[in-house]
């Protein structure tokens, strides 16, 4: 996965997202009784495990992937042997796929003429986001962003509208996942910038990196086209060379005269 979505959706499931993790092992969890174990397995294969928790004494493995990757099977086969030889038990195995594209080439059987393996595969495109946002955790609020809404605009401000029960401390943090993890799905990231702009959230959304990088293209669009205005307006209503002009508005000389030859008025830009 993407090193930008990986670090952040591994410290979110570490928050254990108790709906999420029933959803996706079809049992309940309970977060007092789940510990943490090495997700480092060092032998055989230089492999960390996106997550793996010891849960009532069972031993449960997720993987979140955001790319549909036809060896994905394989891996886990990896993983299901590397666990079972480091913790001497047979692992829930679980892979979320949590990409935007169909999921059409990977598959949960890995089957040859003398083995059989299977792990449970999910794409969260294809689950009802209320099994999250009715949660009391955060962290599977955040995730709910991934999964199926009938009407976007309604259900995100919705989802927003949750964090404002936050202390502000835990508000700022959940909603930095949300904005960081919501670049999955470019749209609705794009819906999100809107409704943070109209709420009371107590934290400027707008510094955020993924916020700056949404609105950098628009806003770079917007300033090239207003110095090009300046550029003509100078050079036709106060007769400025193309190197005062450059000087005046702190602008690549190549770049002013490239602007006056589209617009017919200058004749040789050398």
Not at 151 to 171: G, I, Q, V
Not at 233 to 241: C, G, I, M, N, T
């Amino acid at each position: 996965m993407s090193k930008t979505y990986d670090i952040p959706l591994r410290r979110l499931i570490k928050d254990i997202p108790v709906n999420f993790l029933s959803l996706v092992f079809n049992r309940s969890f309970d977060p007092k009784e789940a510990r943490f174990l090495d997700v480092k397995l060092p032998k055989l294969f230089e492999r960390e495990a996106d997550l793996i928790v010891e849960h009532k004494g069972e031993i449960y493995h997720l993987e979140m992937q955001s790319t549909d990757d036809p060896k994905m099977g394989l891996r886990m086969l990896y993983y299901h042997l590397l666990i079972l030889e480091n913790y001497g038990k047979i692992p829930h195995q679980a892979v979320v796929y949590v990409g935007e594209k169909p999921l059409k080439r990977m598959s949960p059987i890995v089957e040859t003429s003398t083995l059989r393996f299977e792990y449970r595969l999910i794409d969260l495109n294809k689950v009802d986001c209320s099994l999250l946002l009715n949660s009391p955790e955060p962290s599977d609020w955040v995730l709910s962003i991934l999964c199926r809404m009938e009407n976007e605009n309604r259900t995100l401000k919705e989802l927003l509208t949750k964090f404002l029960s936050l202390p502000h401390s835990k508000r700022e943090k959940y909603l930095n996942y949300l904005l960081h993890i919501a670049g999955l799905r470019p749209k609705r990231l794009n819906l999100l910038r809107r409704e943070v702009e109209k709420m009371p959230l107590v934290i400027d959304l707008r510094k955020h990196p993924l916020y700056q990088d949404g609105l950098k293209e628009g806003l770079e669009k917007g300033l090239e086209q207003k110095a090009k205005e300046d550029t003509i307006s100078l050079y036709k209503e106060l007769k400025l060379p193309p190197e005062k002009i450059a000087k005046v508005l702190k602008l690549p000389l190549e770049k002013v005269k490239k602007w006056l030859k589209e617009e017919g008025l200058l004749e040789n830009p050398s």
